[in-house]
Nanobody, 116 residues
Framework: QVQLVESGGGLVQAGGSLRLSCAAS????????MGWYRQPPGKQRELVAS???????NYADFVKDRFTISRDNVKSTVYLQMNSLTPGDTGVYYC??????????WGQGTQVTVSS
């Protein structure tokens, strides 16, 4: 049974930081690309960042130089370090896995709220 469990969301003031974690089980984590997506209120889900099995990363333009995605294959966990947060970063953040992104497996999501 595949499980992706996100944690680390919360309420933060503009300019602050949060670190999201996604613990995976039931998949061959080290072999799969992983991604973070977000869904702002009233908008569609969008890719935030992804990391390949080999460690190469990709970022949406709106988070470049502010967010960093990383992975720990020993812990089967992917992280999203978010700095210089703005109210525009508010939304539900989802972890995703699969042979190609967006993959078949989604976490339950974690809420990030940035106040001005």
């Amino acid at each position: 049974q595949v499980q992706l469990v996100e944690s680390g969301g919360g309420l933060v003031q503009a300019g602050g930081s949060l670190r999201l974690s996604c613990a995976a089980s039931g998949i061959l984590f080290s072999a799969l690309p992983m991604g973070w997506y977000r869904q702002p209120p009233g908008k569609q889900r969008e890719l935030v960042a992804s990391i390949a099995s080999g460690g190469s990363t990709n970022y949406a333009d709106f988070v470049k130089d502010r967010f960093t995605i990383s992975r720990d294959n020993v812990k089967s966990t992917v992280y999203l370090q978010m700095n210089s947060l703005t109210p525009g970063d508010t939304g539900v953040y989802y972890c995703n896995a699969g042979r190609r992104l967006p993959g078949a497996y989604w976490g339950q999501g974690t809420q990030v709220t940035v106040s001005s």
